[in-house]
């Protein structure tokens, strides 16, 4: 089957032309029809645009063009602006907008000769750890229907994983990447910040959101983030850094490699399978050669609580654009401020409307010293540590999630518990640092377990080394849903 395909078997097949970008494309489709019913992985199915795509990758590689990606069929998150397409951000308040231009990180796809099967789902602006908050229907776990994919990326990822799509983009603010990743048995990579332009991206919180790559292994991850990395003058925050050639990274070689194992990620109430599946990876690395250290990045508990601070605090600026007179529907009220009212309040759910009164709060006249600028000062600590931590080491290996995915519904209830999920992944996009998952084990209930390397600020070639040296040495990658 072409959808077993990895990312670059597939362009390995194309290049040889055993394969055309219109089959290729074409099966996928077929995949999707089949699978995504029960999996609802996708918002918005570009089918007619993809064939078409294809046909045009077909034709610039008989005209002696040839890019990584030309032909290459891939899924894009919903908070992605992609001209002529809708893009809801999973919310009923963007429902049917369709943008006038296409975001950076995706044109860069598009001009390498990537194919856009359709529009992910997502936790509604990217704001949640189980895609069930999505304004439209929850996404499935391919492992396991009855449990959640993760969030908010949980449709690039169950896409991935349910071999509809070779590779997908997804978004990462506080771990949604990479929790996603770990839950749905793929790879992933959250650049630094800085790294990949965030324009095009709608914004949940501006010094936090940073795009990211899903594929089946760290070889197609390295090859999506070649493509979308690199300085955009239409992004302030997006960093003047040259953009090496990430598959040069990729030598199986880590022997001397420093690999630090920092205490506070290994918690009471941890599952346990979880906490053994990622000491027995840790210890492939030292059987590789890797040099295993003991760190400790004492801030750490303090992650959770600045991060909904922050966070919140940024959505509530970014979503107060939302308002049903600019974009989306309105629900029209006569006057300005009812209507206004009306729109926010009928069309935002219920975790984003706790998250822009938590940071509305945070924000406000006596609090904001109290709350939004201690947070922000406990925030450099957490950065200091992991400068501190690289001083002595090249990557830090760690668990990405407490525990495997979770049932549908079991978390819902308790917005407290649904955020410690992203306990692991927090602090590093708090530091603004890279961070890659791949899959290391599987629980008794075979869901899948992944490993987090975390490595310095544009050091994304020392975590991807580490990631295919254990990739190498594993088969975990290569294991799939059955649907």
């Not at 597939?10 to 029809?33: N, S």
């Not at 991935?160 to 590779?167: D, E, K, N, P, Y």
């Not at 771990?175 to 959250?190: D, E, L, M, T």
């Not at 791949?438 to 990631?467: H, K, M, S, W, Y």
Request: hydrophobic share 40%; proline share 6%.
């Amino acid at each position: 089957m072409l959808t077993n395909l990895t990312l670059t078997d597939a362009q390995t097949k194309l290049r040889a032309g055993a394969i055309t970008a219109v089959e290729l494309t074409q099966a996928h489709l077929d995949r999707i029809q089949a699978v995504d019913p029960q999996v609802k992985a996708y918002l918005t199915i570009t089918e007619e645009r993809a064939l078409e795509a294809a046909a045009q990758a077909d034709q610039r590689r008989t005209e002696g063009e040839d890019t990584p990606l030309l032909g290459i069929p891939l899924a894009i998150k919903d908070v992605l602006m992609t001209q002529g397409v809708p893009t809801t951000c999973g919310s009923r308040i963007l429902e049917g907008f369709i943008p006038p231009y296409t975001g950076t990180a995706v044109q860069n796809l598009f001009d390498a000769g990537a194919i856009m099967l359709g529009k992910t789902n997502t936790d509604e602006f990217a704001m949640g750890s189980s895609t069930e908050n999505s304004g439209f229907f929850t996404t499935h776990n391919p492992w396991d229907l009855d449990r959640v994919p993760g969030g908010s990326s949980g449709g690039s990822a169950a896409a991935v994983a349910a071999r509809m799509a070779l590779g997908a983009l997804g978004t990462d603010t506080g771990g949604s990447v990479r929790q996603p990743a770990s839950f749905c048995g793929v790879c992933a990579i959250k650049p630094s910040y800085g790294r990949v332009s965030r324009y095009g991206l709608i914004a949940f919180a501006s010094s936090l959101d940073q795009i990211g790559a899903f594929g089946r292994t760290v070889e197609d991850m390295a090859v999506l983030l070649g493509t979308i990395a690199g300085h955009d003058p239409r992004d302030s925050t997006s960093m003047q850094e040259p953009v090496p050639d990430y598959t040069a990274a990729l030598t199986g070689d880590i022997q001397g490699l420093r690999v630090g194992v920092p205490k506070e990620y290994f918690i009471d109430g941890m599952q346990p399978e979880v906490e053994q599946a990622v000491r027995a990876a840790i210890e492939q690395l030292a059987a590789l050669g890797a040099d295993i250290r003991e760190i400790s990045l004492p801030h750490t508990e303090y992650a959770l609580p600045v991060y909904y601070l922050v966070a919140p605090s940024e959505a509530s600026a970014n979503l107060a654009r939302f308002d049903g007179v600019r974009y989306g529907p309105r629900e029209s009220q006569g006057a300005m401020w009812p209507t206004y009212k009306a729109t926010r309040g009928e069309r935002f759910g219920p975790e984003v409307k706790r998250r822009i009164m938590l940071g509305t709060y945070a924000l406000s006249a006596g609090y904001y010293d109290a709350y939004y600028l201690k947070a922000q000062k406990v925030r450099t600590l957490i950065k200091q540590d992991f400068d501190q931590a690289f001083a002595d080491v090249d990557v830090i290996a760690a668990p990405t999630a407490p525990t495997t995915a979770f049932k549908i519904g079991e978390k819902a209830d308790d917005p407290l518990q649904m955020y410690l999920s992203d306990v692991f992944t927090l602090s590093a996009s708090l530091a603004g640092i890279v961070g890659a998952v791949i899959p290391c084990g599987v629980d008794g209930a075979n869901l899948p377990i992944g490993l987090q390397l975390l490595g310095a600020a544009f050091d994304e070639p020392t975590v991807l080394r580490a990631a295919h040296a254990y990739q190498q040495a594993t088969d975990w990658h290569t294991r799939a849903p059955e649907l």
